[in-house]
């Protein structure tokens, strides 16, 4: 199929673009790496007035670091993550999860703020930010706002944004030194979506007993499920890991589809969930030794 007709727009200035969309609203798209947005036009379940190609846009291209986190632009590549040596240092969660999300050659167009602008529940780069408790930059001509991950993502396909903003950054907090972190995930085949991916890390301060945990679901509801709490640390992390993952089993409400039913999600969220929180357990407890 081809796409309904749609006016291109490819503005020079932010200035321009939030412009654009003010005059356009929910009758626009934005362009970034297309990767989400092409499919949509060719088979018509997106019919635009408008396309805003925003990769003019330098100044929404930049890897920023602050004392609390990195910035990340609405234009920064899959692959510009995998290849800094600043976010193999400070995000290796998310830098894991990438290697999950699509093929190199997609990797190299797609950007984060696309993916998390999509909220697909299976998807990695949300899962990611959301049990990390990052934050969306949205901008638009009346200002400039930052919402919580969690409240960001608010169904399938369904977020915070409104017609007139765009995603301009993604805020990701810096792991504290000595965290541990992993990832996992189940697929039909390397690249497509998670039937069931967890996100775990874990922090254990030198000198004490009080262990943190966060750990992340993702396709299993219809937006990333956060778990999150502190424990004192036990002699034995495979059984804490066992009973943290046996929790979440507990707690979510899994969806069923052509891929996989509610149980076997459950199953997944079971035994990967053990396994990525042991390793994260693992490495938060050798870098508190």
């Not at 005059?23 to 970034?32: C, F, P, S």
């Not at 989400?36 to 890897?63: C, F, H, K, Q, W």
Request: charged content about 25%.
């Amino acid at each position: 199929m081809k796409p309904a007709p749609f006016e291109y727009c490819r503005p020079e200035s932010l200035t321009e673009a939030l412009s654009l969309l003010g005059e356009y609203g929910d009758e626009a798209e934005i362009l970034a790496g297309g990767l989400s947005l092409g499919p949509l036009l060719n088979t018509r379940m997106a019919r635009p007035t408008v396309v805003i190609d925003i990769n003019r846009l330098d100044e929404l291209a930049g890897i920023e670091r602050s004392d609390s986190h990195l910035r990340l632009g609405a234009l920064v590549r899959q692959a510009e993550v995998q290849d800094s040596a600043e976010c193999n240092e400070l995000l290796p969660l998310l830098v894991a999860a990438l290697g999950y999300v699509g093929h190199y050659q997609t990797r190299s167009r797609g950007t984060l703020a696309g993916s998390v602008a999509m909220a697909d529940p299976s998807s990695e780069i949300p899962l990611c930010l959301a049990i990390l408790a990052g934050e969306v930059e949205l901008t638009s001509g009346r200002g400039v706002r930052q919402v919580p991950a969690d409240e960001f993502f608010q169904g399938a396909l369904v977020t915070a944004r409104a017609d007139d903003e765009m995603i301009t950054a993604l805020l990701w907090p810096l792991d504290p030194p000595g965290a541990g972190t992993a990832f996992e995930e189940i697929s039909e085949r390397p690249g497509d979506f998670a039937i069931v991916s967890v996100a775990a890390w874990a922090q254990q301060k030198p000198g004490e007993r009080l262990l943190s945990y966060g750990v992340g679901l993702g396709g299993v509801e219809d937006r990333p499920h956060c778990l999150r709490g502190e424990v004192d640390t036990p002699d034995d992390l495979a059984d804490l890991a066992a009973e943290i993952s046996q929790a979440a089993v507990r707690e979510i409400s899994p969806v069923s589809d052509q891929r996989a039913g509610a149980d076997y999600r459950r199953h997944l969220v079971g035994h990967l969930g053990c396994r990525a929180l042991h390793r994260a357990l693992q490495q938060a407890a050798g870098g508190a030794a």
